[in-house]
């Protein structure tokens, strides 16, 4: 039997699995014997390593050491769930969709998700039976950090079966001994709720020893760590709560993208739903008890009012705006009904905990506002998801932001100047403002509560006319017509355009050419915008802070660099323009630079955007704020005699991390096995994030700069094999002649 976990011979399927469709097809020549020998050799090494090693490093630093063994435990754990992962079958409805199989599996006689668990629970079963094998390695080592044995078992969950970018949220929770921070990222998963799984993230051969460092690397960071900031392990608990709920949504978020839910998956939803609710009320209630002294009646009004802004975020969460590329529109009453459950199960909820555990309940103003808005929230919610499947269809830009024209108030509750100007618009403003731990915020603007009681309507009403207006006007099968090249020039003060006249006049790669000839989203002016503004009312664009704004940027360019590459290879895969380069004579060196030049034109287009914004955003706050003595003369010869230049030159090594994406994403697709790898993975998000914080060290950032020429003879020596067999990559890639 061999090690690889395949059987050699074909053996008799067992009756027990008689009732899955996929095992016969996918699962049955698979070694559960095999596949648990090779988990269990990574298992053996860590858990030896654990055994010997936890003595010597619990003397480290007053037993920050053992932070240590735990990194390099969880690096081989990633490593033997890489090598199973490259052995299992992809449970998710990828490669169906690509070869076209996923309408006849939908015509199956079984519900949308009764045809998932039949798809995931032979994969499931395979993992959690190989993965088994770590529980005691994990014991030995949190056993050793001071922790419970349930902090063992949640790591083991994460760290065997959460997404690759859920990981790098709990490497950065294990680094960071900040509380806020460890919220700040359970919110995070909240976002994770929206992304549909794409496909298994399957740490290729070339690629799973770097990215388990990558993820390794911020537990054992901790040891740097001053002693002061030293701590006990953080307390999983909560987020490994959060982490299933959301991946309970995402199963039935997933439903709903496969097939119309029909008998009791109708009201499945429902559970997930309900205990996201109650998590999120006792928890945020928690936090107010610690960092707000709330207690008594204003605990329990701000975890009614944490409650019942879950309904909102759940309300859109649960919308189905396609199913595979049909787009959905449903009927009124369906989201009625949808939504006015939730809100109805939101108001039990919050009574059944008054009412079970005697909690104090406190002015009256707070319950009615409740109610009042709770049938704002039911009406106004069920006529925005409406209108937002209508308008989806046509203008899929313009629906996005008119989605976060609605969640701007929630997003600036807390911040100012905005908390009184946007965030009274939010009706948890108004919940919080009729509450009795109103004192507690410190939020010092206080309008009427009637006010705040009328404004959620009138957002509604902003929301759902820039919605109708969209649906109404918008035709999506006539393209927006592109303006005149002279209306670029207009643009100079942020330096892209002269850029694109640099180019359009030396480029001579014949791919580069029709690269940088590709519409592309307006990036250039919106970040350049962006950036004046924030330099020039604000002190964050001036300062050192600035080098905190370089984080979200870097972390823009290299996902964009990355995704755009990956679609732009993708799409010469599918239409067969890439057999068409190949005859037209063009070598596999050219066709490789040229994707990669044109995506570093479109990068760099971004990157001076910023700076020009930034350049005179500075310019214009130091001619109107002269200060210390200095002129306006005298400081601007100044920043430009020295501060631009050492700015320039920072900038220059800083951009080294984000060159990187387009060769990164031009080898994974022409390296991934069956042409089928996805266009952006949480792995390549999580890579991002940790090149856009090593990039702000600029020194080291061009250190980054190692993996191009490797990146760029792997793909030239798979084009070359792609041009000698041309059928072979039609064959491959579903080409059609």
């Not at 994990?138 to 050793?144: E, K, L, M, Q, T």
């Not at 989201?335 to 939730?342: A, D, F, I």
Request: aromatic letters at 12%; one cysteine or more; glycine letters at 8%.
């Amino acid at each position: 039997m061999a090690v690889s976990g395949v059987r050699d011979t074909e053996q008799e399927r067992l009756s027990v699995w008689d009732g899955l469709m996929f095992w016969g097809v996918q699962y049955r020549r698979l070694s559960l014997a095999a596949l648990l020998r090779g988990v269990w050799f990574f298992a053996l090494w860590a858990g030896l390593s654990a055994a010997l090693l936890a003595p010597v490093l619990a003397q480290v630093k007053g037993g920050a050491g053992l932070y240590l063994l735990l990194g390099w435990v969880a690096a081989l754990h990633l490593l033997g769930r890489g090598w199973l992962e490259r052995r299992l079958p992809d449970p998710s409805f990828a490669q169906d969709v690509r070869t076209g199989n996923f309408e006849q599996l939908r015509l199956a006689p079984l519900t949308a998700h009764g045809l998932l668990v039949q798809r995931g629970l032979p994969d499931m079963l395979f993992r959690a039976a190989t993965q088994s094998v770590w529980l005691p390695v994990y014991a030995i080592v949190i056993g050793a950090l001071g922790a419970s044995l349930a902090d063992a078992c949640a790591l083991w969950l994460l760290f065997s079966f959460a997404n690759y970018f859920v990981l790098g949220q709990v490497s950065l929770i294990l680094l960071i001994p900040s509380e806020e921070v460890h919220w700040i990222l359970l919110c995070g998963l909240l976002a994770y709720a929206l992304l549909l799984d794409g496909g298994r993230v399957r740490t290729a051969v070339s690629s799973s020893s770097l990215f388990s460092v990558m993820l390794a690397l911020p537990i054992v960071g901790r040891v740097l760590l001053p002693m002061q900031a030293m701590a006990t392990l953080p307390n999983l608990l909560p987020f490994t709560l959060v982490w299933l709920l959301v991946e309970w949504l995402r199963f039935e978020r997933l439903a709903r993208w496969v097939n119309a839910p029909s008998g009791l998956g109708r009201w499945a939803y429902l559970l997930p739903s309900a205990a996201l609710m109650a998590a999120a009320g006792a928890l945020f209630g928690q936090w107010c008890e610690q960092h707000l002294s709330a207690a008594g009646a204003a605990r329990t009004q701000l975890g009614v009012s944490a409650l019942f802004a879950a309904v909102g975020y759940l309300s859109l969460l649960l919308l189905t705006l396609r199913r595979q590329a049909e787009p959905i529109v449903q009927p009124l009453r369906a989201h009625l009904l949808e939504t006015g459950l939730l809100r109805l199960m939101s108001v039990l909820l919050a009574v059944g905990a008054v009412a079970t555990w005697g909690l104090p309940m406190g002015s009256a103003a707070f319950w009615w506002a409740l109610a009042w808005l709770t049938v704002v929230e039911w009406l106004g919610g069920a006529l925005t998801r409406g209108w937002l499947q209508r308008a989806h269809s046509r203008a899929r830009v313009g629906t996005y932001l008119a989605v976060l024209l609605g969640v701007a108030p929630a997003v600036v509750f807390w911040g100012e100047p905005f908390h009184f100007v946007i965030g009274a618009l939010s009706p948890v403003y108004a919940l919080v403002l009729a509450s009795d731990a109103w004192a507690t915020t410190g939020i010092r603007a206080q309008p009427p509560l009637w006010a705040c009681l009328a404004l959620p309507v009138a957002r509604y009403a902003l929301v759902l006319s820039v919605l109708a207006m969209i649906a109404l006007t918008a035709r999506a099968t006539q393209p927006v017509k592109r303006l005149h090249p002279a209306w670029g020039w207009l643009a100079l003060p942020l330096l892209y355009p002269m850029l694109d006249w640099l180019v359009q006049r030396n480029a001579t790669n014949p791919i580069t050419r029709l690269t940088i000839a590709e519409r592309c989203p307006p990036f250039a002016l919106l970040v350049g915008a962006a950036t004046f503004v924030a330099t020039l009312v604000s002190i964050v664009g001036r300062g050192f802070e600035m080098i905190i704004l370089l984080i979200p940027l870097g972390l823009f360019l290299w996902l964009w660099g990355y995704y755009a590459t990956a679609k732009r290879v993708r799409r010469w895969f599918d239409s067969g323009e890439l057999t068409s380069a190949f005859l037209a004579g063009l070598t596999p060196n050219q066709i490789f630079w040229g994707w990669v030049y044109g995506a570093w034109y479109q990068q760099l287009r971004v990157l001076l955007a910023a700076f020009g914004g930034w350049l005179w955003g500075t310019v214009l706050y130091l001619w109107l704020n002269p200060g210390r003595g200095w002129n306006p003369a005298q400081m601007l010869m100044l920043l430009f005699g020295v501060g631009l230049s050492v700015y320039l030159v920072y900038l220059a090594l800083w951009s080294c991390a984000w060159l990187i994406a387009a060769p990164a994403a031009v080898r994974d697709q022409l390296t991934h096995s069956g042409g089928s790898a996805p266009v952006l993975t949480p792995r390549a998000t999580l890579q991002a994030s940790v090149y856009s914080l090593l990039a702000c060290c600029a020194p080291l950032a061009p250190f980054l700069l190692i993996g191009l020429p490797i990146y760029a003879s792997q793909s030239t020596l798979a084009l070359h094999r792609m041009a000698r067999a041309p059928g072979e990559l039609s064959r491959r890639y579903g080409i059609s002649n």
